[in-house]
């Protein structure tokens, strides 16, 4: 049972932001990134181009990087333009860590 003081419980959700644009907010970790990839499937499909702002990420670990990368995979399936935009500095060392920096279809705000 969680105590009033431990606050909600963390979890992370998708803010559709206009046509094409998303918005990430809360921890992407292996509890949160199933559900998102679930989510997220309809916007794959109704979009031809896709912005993801991450800036609203408060913590994230490898399972984030995974849902970047699963993102990558359907949007490359789909011919969808993909950008991610505010990459948290955590994403970003996991993401070099692993050599995959230069994989992520990164643009500016």
Not at 39 to 60: K, M, Q, T, W
Not at 86 to 95: D, V
């Amino acid at each position: 049972m969680r105590s009033a003081a431990a606050g909600p419980p963390k979890g992370a959700r998708l803010i559709t932001e206009g046509e094409g644009r998303l918005r990430v907010e809360g921890v992407l970790d292996f509890g949160s990134v199933s559900r998102l990839v679930a989510e997220s499937e309809v916007l794959f499909r109704r979009n031809a181009r896709l912005r993801i702002d991450l800036s609203g990420v408060e913590a994230a670990n490898s399972a984030g990087l995974a849902l970047l990368l699963e993102w990558m995979d359907v949007a490359r399936s789909r011919r969808i333009d993909l950008r991610f935009l505010n990459l948290p500095e955590s994403l970003l060392r996991i993401a070099a860590f692993s050599n995959l920096g230069s994989l992520l279809p990164v643009a500016q705000g």
